[in-house]
C-alpha cells in the first residue's frame, strides 16, 4: 500500500531538485521534476524519492541560471527579444517569480500562453511539457504549494529560454469547440504512437516527443480557455510535423497495422517503466496509458512497449 500521497511525492521531488538547472550538459534538458510528477501519477508515489536520488546522482545537473538583468513583463520591447535567449535563463525565472506572486497562477499561464505557444518547438517541446507537468500538479491539490508555484515559474521560463518560433504563422481556427480539439489531440497522439511503432527509431529519444507532447498539451488546455484550444491544436500539429521529419520518422500506412494485444497490461508496462527508470520510459508510460484510457487504441500501447524495448537496448 501506498503510504506518500501525490502532493506529498512531487513536493519533495521538486524540494530536492531545487538547486538544479534547466540542462545537463549543453542540451539534455532536466527532466526530472516532469518525470518525478508522472511516476506519482502512474501510482509509484512511494518510488519517487528513490528515483530523484539516483536522478541527481546519475545527471549531475548544472545549476539554475543566475539573473543577470530584470524583463519587464510589461514592455514587449524588452521581453521579446529575450526569448530563445539561454543566457536569460534566470531572467525569465525571476519574471514568472513576480508574476505569480501578483497573480493567480491560472491567470499567469492564460495571459502568457499566446506569447510562448509559438515557440514550443523549442529543446524538443521540453518547455511546454515541463509547464503541462507543473500546471498538473497544481490542479491536482486545494491549496498548492510554493514549491509547485515555483515550478511553473520554471517551467515557463525554461519555454521562454527555449523559444523557437515555427517556420511559418498559423491561423487561428474559428471553427474548433473544446470537444473538437480533445477528440483531434486524441487522434493526433494515437496517429504518432503508430509512426513511432513502424519506425522503431535506433535513437528512441526524439520522436518519443511527437506523443508526449501533444498529451501534455492536453493537460495545459484543462486549465485554458476555450478561445486558446484551436491555434493550440494547430501549433502542436505543425510541430509533430516538423520534429518527424526532423527526426526520421516513417509513416505507418494504415490504422489497423498495430492490433489489440490480448496481453497488454498497461500496470505491467509501468512497472516495467519504472524498472528501467528512465525518464523518457517513465513519461512515455504515463502519457500513453492517460491517452489511452480517454480513448482506446492499440497504437499507445505497442509505441509504449516499443520504446521501453529500445531503451532498454
Known amino acids: 500500500m501506498t503510504s506518500t500521497t501525490y502532493a506529498q511525492a512531487v513536493n ?3 524540494d530536492r531538485l531545487q538547486t538544479t538547472g534547466f540542462y545537463l550538459g549543453d542540451t539534455f534538458a532536466n527532466h526530472g521534476p516532469m518525470a518525478a ?18 536522478n541527481i546522482h ?73 509547464t503541462a507537468h507543473a500546471v ?9 504549494s510554493n514549491l509547485q508555484i515555483d515550478e511553473l515559474a520554471r517551467g515557463l521560463a525554461f519555454w521562454a529560454t527555449g523559444y523557437s518560433p515555427l517556420p511559418a504563422e498559423l491561423r487561428q481556427p474559428t471553427d474548433m469547440t473544446a470537444g473538437d480539439v480533445g477528440a483531434a489531440l486524441s487522434e493526433l497522439t494515437a496517429e504518432y504512437a503508430g509512426h513511432f511503432t513502424a519506425t522503431m527509431p535506433s535513437f528512441p529519444v526524439p520522436l518519443i516527443h511527437t506523443i508526449t507532447a501533444p498529451a501534455a498539451m492536453r493537460l ?27 527526426f526520421g520518422g516513417h509513416e505507418s500506412t494504415t490504422r489497423n497495422e498495430i492490433q489489440s494485444d490480448p496481453g497488454q497490461d498497461f500496470a505491467a508496462l509501468a512497472a516495467d517503466a519504472v524498472d528501467i527508470g528512465d525518464e523518457h ?33
Open 12 to 14: 519533495g521531488a521538486l
Open 37 to 54: 510528477e508522472a511516476l506519482a501519477r502512474l501510482g509509484y508515489c512511494d518510488a519517487v524519492d528513490d528515483w530523484v536520488d539516483d
Open 58 to 130: 546519475h545527471r549531475m545537473y548544472g545549476p539554475l541560471p543566475e539573473p543577470s538583468q530584470p524583463i519587464d513583463a510589461a514592455s514587449r520591447a524588452d521581453w521579446q527579444p529575450a526569448l530563445g535567449d539561454r543566457k536569460r535563463g534566470g531572467d525569465w525565472v525571476e519574471l514568472f517569480r513576480r508574476e505569480l506572486a501578483e497573480a493567480p497562477w491560472r491567470s499567469v499561464l492564460e495571459s502568457w500562453w499566446p506569447s510562448l505557444l509559438p515557440g514550443c518547438t523549442g529543446s524538443l517541446t521540453h518547455g511546454l511539457i515541463r
Open 136 to 144: 498538473r500538479s497544481l490542479g491536482a491539490v486545494d491549496t498548492p
Open 220 to 246: 495545459a488546455l484543462e486549465e485554458l480557455p476555450a478561445e486558446l484550444h484551436g491555434i493550440s491544436l494547430h501549433t502542436i500539429d505543425a510541430v509533430n510535423r516538423g520534429l518527424f521529419a526532423a
Open 281 to 313: 520510459a517513465i513519461k512515455l508510460c504515463e502519457a500513453a496509458m492517460r491517452e489511452h484510457a480517454l480513448r482506446p487504441d492499440p497504437r499507445y500501447f505497442a509505441a509504449a512497449r516499443t520504446a521501453l524495448e529500445l531503451i532498454r537496448k
